[in-house]
């Protein structure tokens, strides 16, 4: 709750595992004990079992943008280590964000569906669905954005 409501400017901060299960919940749920404690736990369960990835939304180039499809556009890491090394050496001040991915372990890579294509919402839950296989994107994308389209990325170590 600290955290929730910091005044602008405090520097106090949750780690990114605590973030991304406090954020996947619905705004009602955010201050509900259980549920937190919930979430995170699911969450811990989903990154032991290689079941999350770190997403670096890399939109830009040379002031062109670059859209989703482009091999560029984003790159997707492993693990919070693999993402932070990466961003030491390529964005210092960039940021990654972590995301469940749907239907197993991620590897090698991830299939990307992004249910609005103009949006740069990243960090925000839904903002893309990942899956482990193309199959399981597939079978998603029938039962529920029939229309969209979905793109694979590899995953960095």
């Avoid at 989903?46 to 556009?73: C, F, H, K, M, Q």
């Avoid at 001040?93 to 995301?99: H, P, Q, R, S, T």
């Avoid at 903002?127 to 079978?139: H, M, P, T």
Wanted: proline share 6%.
């Amino acid at each position: 709750m600290e955290w929730r409501y910091k005044a602008l400017g405090d520097r106090r901060s949750i780690p990114a595992e605590l973030h991304a299960a406090v954020t996947s919940l619905p705004e009602a749920d955010r201050s509900d004990r259980q549920r937190v404690n919930e979430a995170v736990r699911r969450h811990d369960t989903a990154r032991r079992e290689g079941r999350t990835v770190w997403l670096y939304l890399d939109d830009y180039e040379n002031g062109e943008s670059r859209t989703i499809g482009d091999p560029e556009w984003v790159k997707v890491f492993a693990s919070g280590g693999a993402a932070g090394a990466w961003l030491q050496d390529n964005d210092p001040e960039g940021v990654a964000w972590e995301y469940e991915v749907e239907g197993g372990p991620a590897q090698g890579s991830v299939w990307l569906c992004l249910p609005d294509p103009a949006s740069r919402a990243i960090g925000e839950p839904d903002w893309i669905k990942l899956f482990a296989s193309n199959e399981r994107a597939q079978k998603w994308l029938e039962g529920n954005e029939p229309k969209r389209d979905i793109w694979q990325y590899p995953v960095q170590e």
